[in-house]
């Protein structure tokens, strides 16, 4: 008989290119044999129509997975579980677990994969970043599994929760290298290694800010690939560095093969992100090969084994963009690196076992 798993905290499927998106596409597609999978799918990403994807059903539920809604999507996905009396719920993130307290009442197995210290982005006010705190407590207690993405995360909630948590980063060996075609190259007026690229969420805390004003100083493309509109930081950025020659401020690309396309032909990547574990974007960048320069945090250095270029100022981003870009052997040597970091720690088959592994489990 297969175990029966909610997945519960995520926009839903079908996943788009985000971490989590990835992960419930390798769950769901790789376990369907032994797991009977319940998503649960904001109604704001569902597919009209669309009741099952790789075998998993989809629950669609009409609130937003993010912001404040997010706090009742989580509430009754995870309250109609137990009701329907599934084995095991995959918590994806902390925003609901003040509802676990309910769930672990009735004894079901309670996995929370607790993502980065969410309470410390910064678009979050001191309310929010307070009730961020108490639920992500609430969670460590009340669930049977913690995962923590990162060493540095596990670390932390040792030493926070005195809790252990079981290590499990992403896999990043979906992505592939594409021949730049020549329409992507007139669209967005680039050239193969001709330009540096990043994409993330147009986020305070992505250091999307230093990034912009370090290239409006330095003489080498930029393409950054983000929600621009959905914030009114974002609109702003836009509408301030669009006019420079060299910026390419692209909205969201969800077909992965054209962003491996423009991901993959660039010169270097960038990734500006100071609060999270092990970044999926980052994960990604290395998978392909590409030299990266990310932002000096203990994350971003424990996910790239500090192999890495790293900056902390837009001074230190100006000195390692010139010394990539003087230094062929150096920018080789990184890219060599990344990939061989991304073969060991971040191939999806290992992704999906382990957490197998933790479903079966008694």
Request: hydrophobic share 40%; aromatic share 12%; with cysteine.
């Amino acid at each position: 008989m297969k175990i029966s798993v909610s997945i519960i905290g995520s926009n839903g499927l079908p996943g788009r290119y985000g971490g989590w998106d990835q992960l419930m596409n390798h769950l769901t597609k790789n376990l369907k044999n032994t797991i009977s999978f319940t998503v649960y799918t904001s109604s704001h990403n569902a597919v009209r129509g669309l009741t099952h994807f790789n075998d998993a059903k989809i629950r669609v539920v009409n609130l937003r997975a993010n912001g404040i809604q997010s706090i009742p999507y989580d509430g009754f996905s995870i309250i109609e579980s137990v009701f329907k009396r599934q084995d095991v719920l995959l918590i994806l993130g902390v925003s609901g677990c003040i509802f676990l307290p309910f769930a672990r009442i009735f004894s079901k197995k309670i996995i929370l994969n607790i993502d980065g210290a969410e309470w410390k982005r910064g678009k979050w006010n001191w309310f929010i970043k307070s009730f961020l705190k108490i639920s992500e407590a609430i969670g460590v207690l009340f669930s049977d599994i913690v995962i923590a993405d990162n060493e540095v995360i596990k670390n932390y909630v040792f030493e926070k929760y005195g809790k252990q948590s079981v290590l499990i980063a992403y896999g990043g060996d979906h992505v592939r290298r594409i021949s730049m075609s020549g329409k992507t190259s007139n669209e967005y007026r680039i050239s193969p290694k001709k330009y540096a690229f990043t994409v993330c969420r147009i986020e305070p805390e992505n250091n999307i800010e230093l990034i912009l004003d370090t290239f409006s100083k330095y003489d080498l493309i930029l393409v950054i690939i983000g929600n621009w509109n959905n914030s009114n930081f974002g609109i702003e950025l836009r509408a301030k560095y669009k006019s420079f020659q060299n910026m390419r401020l692209l909205d969201p690309i969800y077909d992965q093969d054209r962003l491996d396309e423009v991901r993959g032909n660039c010169f270097l990547y960038i990734h500006g992100h100071s609060v999270g574990g092990t970044n999926p974007s980052l994960v990604e960048a290395m998978s392909l090969a590409l030299p990266c320069i990310t932002f000096d945090v203990s994350y971003n250095k424990e996910t790239t084994e500090s192999k890495a270029l790293y900056f902390g100022n837009s001074q230190e981003l100006l000195n390692s963009l010139t010394l990539l870009n003087g230094d062929e052997s150096l920018r080789n040597k990184i890219a060599e690196d990344m990939f061989e970091i991304a073969s060991r720690r971040y191939r999806w088959s290992n992704i999906v076992e382990s957490y197998e592994g933790l479903f079966a489990s008694s």
